[in-house]
């Protein structure tokens, strides 16, 4: 069995309300990330840590070096960067030059192989420019990473492998926000590329987001789409992952009074 921990959008160094979906606590998050590293070193199970992008707010070297510190943990933590890690036009470079630790081969772009299943880990881009975002809200791949990913989800095709990029796939489900419309849905030609690698690659069979801040479980034709709500944000949620031969488990956990201070939360 291979376990693993998926948590999202801590945005570091990020001021307390503007975007969020319930009271954020960004000014807590020394607390917060101490409470989960306090739990996975309870647990001792977890193989690595997958953070789905926006671990920090702004681009800058200063917080890239502090978020690192912050993550600097035994268990293995693993970044699909986010819009907001890359909000300079160098910032690419020097996440790859200052906390390499979070990707691997030097790249943002890679696969974590275990014995169970295979993670591919791929930003999706924003705009026209790679790996740099400035306003647009519009996803996608590039040629290039959909001809890489196609490749990639052809090696070992027993096992089930997972797709991890930071903007999710489809927009909330009304069944789940109890709102008259699906929020937060993403360009459709975003949607059809991913579609069509999941129909290529039947193994293709969990694909995780983040950006929304909210939890989201869609399945589409076989596939499960998932979205993770930030973890700055009350009740202070992640999701642990335990895939097994024939059998993969997705719990959503949360840190609430873990934390170790009052917090307001929305239950409605
Ligand atoms: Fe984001």
């Known amino acids: 069995m291979t376990k693993f921990l998926y948590l999202s959008d801590t945005h570091f160094g990020k001021e307390p309300n503007g975007f969020q979906q319930q009271q954020s606590y960004p000014e807590r998050l020394p607390e917060i ?48 960067l986010g819009n907001h890690d890359l909000t300079s036009p160098e910032a690419l470079e020097r996440w790859m030059e200052l906390a390499p630790q979070f990707f691997k081969d030097g790249l943002p772009v890679y696969s974590i192989e275990t014995p169970d299943f295979i993670l591919h880990v791929a930003p999706n881009h924003w705009g026209e420019k790679d ?35 930071h903007s999710p796939v489809f927009g909330i489900p009304v069944v789940q926000s109890g709102l008259k419309e699906p929020i937060h849905v993403p360009v459709e030609s975003f949607t059809r590329q991913i579609l069509s690698l999941a129909e290529m690659h039947p193994n293709l069979c969990c694909v995780l987001g983040a950006h929304t801040h909210l ?54």
């Open 131 to 165: 790996f740099h975002w400035e306003t647009c809200q519009d996803a996608r791949f590039s040629e290039a990473q959909m001809a890489a990913l196609s490749l990639k989800l052809n090696s070992r095709p027993q096992l089930p492998h997972f797709l991890s990029t």
């Open 33 to 80: 990330l101490g409470a989960l590293k306090h739990e996975v070193d309870r647990r001792g199970d977890i193989d690595f840590i997958l953070h789905g992008g926006d671990m920090i707010h702004t681009a800058s070297d200063a917080d890239i070096l502090a978020i690192s510190k912050m993550f600097d943990w035994e268990v293995p933590v693993y970044l699909c």
């Open 215 to 268: 939890n989201m479980r869609v399945e589409h034709q076989g596939v499960e789409f998932v979205t993770v709500s930030s973890i700055i944000e009350a009740p202070f949620e992640y999701k642990i992952f335990e895939v097994t031969e024939g059998n993969i488990r997705m719990s959503t956990c949360r840190l609430g009074s873990g934390c170790g201070f009052d917090y307001r939360y929305n239950e409605e």
